[in-house]
Each structure stands twice: as structure tokens, then as C-alpha cells.
């Protein structure tokens, strides 16, 4: 009897080991968020493609975020960068439900060790494009952020350039004067811990675009992007977030 026991006890191990090996699963990589990048490179991205729903980003063939982010979004959605290894590399931005419309956006990118960049997507899912932006960080010195604009505003046709405004800082003169879609400003010293109004006009014009109410407070030390973007005939936004 202890004989048969032993042996049953012994085809259950066996049993339970195949039945493990069976189930077991390839857990996709999610990159790292980290602040320090010292031997590394930093890469955060924005989707400003319109009517995007569901992009997830690979890189050299590996998914590197964990949630699907949508339009308005960037990436990673509670730090401000991830890391990639330095030099070439292979990305790709799509969605992967079957039945998408969207078409997959891949490209290739020099990354430089120690540096910073955010990639912006832009356009619409039909025709996605990119634009990746060396992010020239200095930490300041005081108690100020730092703030630049991209403008990726979507339209059929050519538009005009854009002037920004601050409510705090007053209307005589814009913050960011006479930007192009698809051009990302220089950073600029910016007052934190206070809210703020930004107002979007075309360029030599009285009438705002825009007018973007809770522009949050902004961490002092820290440097952020507002991202103008959605449709020029329907409905804009803009979307700050942290950049370092």
C-alpha cells in the first residue's frame, strides 16, 4: 500500500508538471521608467494622430508599453520617459486590434547616449507621421519650470501659424510667437506651483483659436510640453505634460 501511494503521489507530480510547462506563457516586456540615464537614452512619445484609439509602441520588435494610449496621450502615462539602448533603433506605433483601420507606423531613429527625446505622431490613422525632438533639458537654478509649445493641430489643408498667449503673464506679448504645425518651441522659463491660461491665436490675429483654461501647476525644477493638438475644424486641445 505505501508502494501504490508513493507511485500515485509520484504520477501527480508528474502530472502537475506537464500541465505547468502546458500553461506557461510568454510575459510581454514592458520598458523601464527611470530618471536616470546615464548610460542610456530617455524617449517619451505623444499621439497626436487623430482618432487614434489604441497605439502601443515596439522597440527592435519588443512591446515596450503596457496599455494601449489614445489621442491626446503620451507615453508612458505616469513617468516621463523610458529607457532604449543607445544607437539604432527600430520603432513601431500601431494598433493591434485586427479590425483596425489604422496603419502601422515604423521608423528608424539614431538614439544618442545620455540624451533625451520625445516623439510626436501627428497626422491622422490613415496617414501617420512622426517628428522626433531632441529634448535640450537644463534643470533651473531657482524655483521656476520650464515650458515649450508643439504645434500639431491636424487640417486638410495648410494652416497658418500660431501666437501664445498667458493669461498671467498678460496679453501684449506671446510666450510662443509664430509656430509652424509640426514645429516644437525651445524651452522657456516658466513661474510653477500657480495654474494658468493658455489662449492659442493665428499668428497677427485678435481672435483666439483656443483658449485652454487649468494649464496645471507646474513642479518647480521640472520641464513641460503643451502639446496643441486635435482638429483645426472640430474640436482642439492642448495637453501639458512632463518632459524631465
Not at 486638410?156 to 509656430?179: E, H, L, Q
Request: charged content about 10%; some cysteine.
Amino acid at each position: 500500500m505505501k508502494f501504490l501511494k508513493i507511485k500515485l503521489i509520484s504520477q501527480g507530480i508528474i502530472v502537475v508538471s506537464v500541465l505547468c510547462i502546458a500553461c506557461t506563457k510568454t510575459i510581454p516586456h514592458v520598458a523601464n521608467t527611470e530618471s536616470n540615464f546615464t548610460n542610456s537614452t530617455l524617449v517619451q512619445i505623444f499621439n497626436a494622430t487623430v482618432k487614434s484609439t489604441r497605439n502601443y509602441v515596439y522597440v527592435d520588435g519588443i512591446p515596450v508599453s503596457g496599455a494601449a494610449f489614445a489621442a491626446g496621450g503620451a507615453f508612458p502615462a505616469t513617468a516621463y520617459a523610458f529607457t532604449v539602448q543607445p544607437g539604432i533603433r527600430n520603432f513601431l506605433i500601431k494598433d493591434t486590434l485586427p479590425a483596425t483601420t489604422q496603419v502601422p507606423l515604423g521608423f528608424f531613429e539614431n538614439m544618442l547616449v545620455s540624451r533625451s527625446y520625445t516623439i510626436f505622431t501627428y497626422d491622422t490613422i490613415t496617414s501617420p507621421k512622426q517628428v522626433t525632438v531632441l529634448n535640450n533639458i537644463t534643470i533651473p537654478a531657482d524655483t521656476t519650470s520650464r515650458l515649450r509649445f508643439a504645434n500639431f493641430i491636424y487640417n486638410t489643408a495648410a494652416v497658418a501659424n500660431v501666437d501664445v498667449y498667458s493669461f498671467r503673464r498678460g496679453t501684449s506679448t506671446p510666450v510662443f510667437s509664430n509656430v509652424a504645425t509640426t514645429q516644437v518651441t525651445e524651452f522657456i522659463p516658466y513661474a510653477s506651483g500657480t495654474t494658468d491660461t493658455l489662449y492659442v491665436y493665428t499668428t497677427g490675429t485678435t481672435s483666439p483659436l483656443l483658449v485652454k483654461t487649468a494649464i496645471p501647476s507646474l513642479v518647480a525644477t521640472r520641464s513641460y510640453t503643451a502639446a496643441y493638438n486635435g482638429s483645426y475644424k472640430g474640436t482642439k486641445s492642448i495637453a501639458t505634460f512632463a518632459t524631465y
